[in-house]
Nanobody, 117 residues
């Protein structure tokens, strides 16, 4: 099993910045793709940013240019700048551990980000 622990959420004013982090521990092996999703009240969980094991990054249109994803060993970061009210959501870390044709996903417990004045 793999455990993901997120931190860094909180309350921030519009235009502010936050950095989320997610550290993976446990039985980690294979290729690791790590990313962030978010879920606002009454909405589905959507991709925010993803960092593939081979180095490519991708971002949702709504955050491109404002958010940046990075990784240091088993920790993935989400640097969020110029936050907007619409960014308010629970942010979830996701890790996909892949080897050959198999891929196993793991989720963090979520961290609340609230953008409000």
């Amino acid at each position: 099993q793999v455990q993901l622990v997120e931190s860094g959420g909180g309350l921030v004013e519009p235009g502010g910045s936050l950095t989320l982090s997610c550290t993976a521990s446990g039985n980690i092996s294979g290729n690791l793709t790590m990313g962030w999703f978010r879920q606002a009240p009454g909405k589905q969980r959507d991709i925010v940013a993803r960092l593939f094991y081979f180095g490519r990054t991708e971002y949702s249109n709504s955050v491109r240019g404002r958010f940046s994803i990075g990784r240091d060993r088993n920790t993935v970061f989400l640097y969020m700048n110029n936050l907007e009210h619409e960014d308010t959501a629970v942010f979830y870390c996701k890790l996909i551990q892949s080897s050959g044709r198999s891929a196993e996903p793991f989720w963090g417990q979520g961290t609340q980000v609230t953008v409000s004045s």
